[in-house]
């Protein structure tokens, strides 16, 4: 019954949250499968956790860089080039943790995403 009630205030959360709140608390998620994975590095778990941990960022990377190569994005052409650059590098970061995982290379990562998210709270915060 409790996680029924977690589950529709999150539910009620993302209905009632603008894009960019939805985005960054995104950036926030894949952040702590990161982290998980960072403190957890010599666990057993730890393949098949990073391997979801990068997935999901890979997938929400993608998503980002599908809508900023949209033409009818709403963003100045230079950010949208900026965050484009960004995502290849975070694609290109993915495989090369896949091919040799190290927890330096993570860290790059989440040094990017927390940036990102810390921008777009405080679009959400300023209103712009």
Not at 74 to 91: A, E, Y
């Amino acid at each position: 019954m409790y996680k029924n009630h977690l589950e529709a205030y999150a539910k009620v959360k993302r209905m009632s949250s603008s894009p960019r709140e939805i985005e960054a608390e995104a950036l926030t998620e894949a952040n702590r499968k990161l982290q998980s994975c960072l403190d957890d590095w010599n666990a057993s778990e730890r393949p098949k956790a990073l391997k979801e941990a990068l997935l999901f960022n890979q997938k929400l990377w993608t998503l980002f860089q599908t809508a900023l190569a949209a033409r009818d994005n709403p963003l100045p052409k230079d950010l949208r080039l900026n965050l484009l650059k960004l995502g290849k590098f975070i694609d290109s970061r993915i495989f090369q943790i896949i091919a040799n995982p190290s927890p330096e290379k993570l860290e790059a990562i989440m040094d990017i995403n927390m940036r990102l998210a810390e921008a777009l709270r405080k679009k959400v915060v300023s209103g712009k």
